[in-house]
């Protein structure tokens, strides 16, 4: 659903919302830029590719430090975590992190995303407004990696540098089917992704509804983003997406959807991420439904 004035969803722009309205934010006087993947038919291609040097790659870990990421966490207060979303306390799922970039305008931020199974044991999945604004072409993220397990300033799994960013190629002209695909670098010690924490599997094309458990690092008080919150709530459609009862706001875009999820491991299927809230003070949160388009995003990932 394209983001308009008349809209009764408002776009979980990662923290940017209230990075803007606080200007507390870190800001860099000339963002990096991401090179965008060129692609023969590139206009008839429904997926959109972005990539980043290995330059900026290095640059993006030795930016996010402790200290940055610590400060981050404290320069927004999107006020109180609500009624619905819990902070998580089961088994830590690895697969859930942080996604820390420096956003367009040139602040920096977060959103969540989750390691997936993939052929190449190097993809995660987020929204795609944590990558690049909507119907805005030119409007990149950068500085861009992914810490899975984070909690409370721990990063137990490391920290894994973005490499590339395939998002639909609707959501780059239209602000539709908000989801994303991240390929990221293996980390220090040369190990892939998900042959450190795990992939959480994928339902494609699976119809709307039964329990799901949303997660996310939202930046309400008292979490502000340093632990996982979960809502709970059986997924309906809605506005051509599904929805889920749900209070996490900025923070928590691109967290995952997880059907059949248990506690006890950690693990469940993915079926949405969070993309959308109902009204700024949230009683419901919003995901797309996964179908052809968003299966051929996963798989440009996953076969890069």
């Not at 390691?115 to 995660?124: D, F, I, L, P």
């Not at 810490?147 to 609707?170: E, Q, S």
């Not at 919150?229 to 009862?245: D, F, N, S, W």
């Not at 439904?289 to 890069?304: H, M, P, Y």
Request: proline share 6%; aromatic share 6%; net charge positive.
């Amino acid at each position: 659903m394209s983001e308009t004035s008349t809209s009764p969803i408002r776009r979980l722009r990662g923290r940017a919302t209230g990075l803007a309205v606080t200007g507390t934010a870190l800001v860099l006087a000339v963002p990096v830029p991401a090179t965008a993947a060129a692609g023969t038919g590139a206009a008839a291609d429904p997926v959109s590719v972005m990539k980043y040097t290995a330059k900026e790659r290095k640059d993006a870990l030795a930016y996010w430090t402790s200290a940055r990421i610590k400060a981050v966490g404290k320069s927004v207060d999107l006020g109180p975590t609500g009624p619905k979303a819990k902070p998580y306390r089961g088994t830590a799922p690895k697969t859930v992190g942080r996604l820390f970039f420096v956003n367009s305008r040139g602040a920096d931020t977060w959103c969540t995303a989750t390691a997936v199974k993939s052929a190449n044991r190097s993809a995660a999945l987020t929204a795609a407004h944590c990558v690049r604004l909507g119907s805005s072409p030119g409007n990149t993220n950068t500085t861009m990696v992914f810490v899975p397990g984070y909690n409370k300033g721990k990063k137990p799994h490391g920290t894994f540098a973005v490499r590339a960013v395939a998002t639909p190629r609707a959501w780059e002209t239209d602000s539709t089917r908000d989801m994303a695909a991240l390929v990221v670098d293996a980390d220090k010690n040369g190990k892939k992704l998900t042959d450190v924490v795990g992939g959480q599997p994928i339902a494609f094309n699976r119809a709307v509804g039964g329990a799901v458990s949303a997660l996310g690092y939202s930046a309400t008080r008292p979490q502000l983003g340093e632990e996982l919150l979960r809502c709970v709530g059986t997924a309906k459609k809605e506005h051509g997406m599904q929805a889920i009862p749900c209070d996490m706001t900025g923070g928590s875009s691109g967290g995952p959807w997880l059907a059949d999820f248990d506690t006890t491991t950690g693990k469940g299927v993915l079926v949405s991420v969070n993309a959308s809230l109902d009204a700024l003070t949230p009683t419901k949160m919003y995901g797309e439904v996964l179908g052809a388009t968003e299966k051929k995003v996963f798989d440009r990932a996953q076969n890069s």
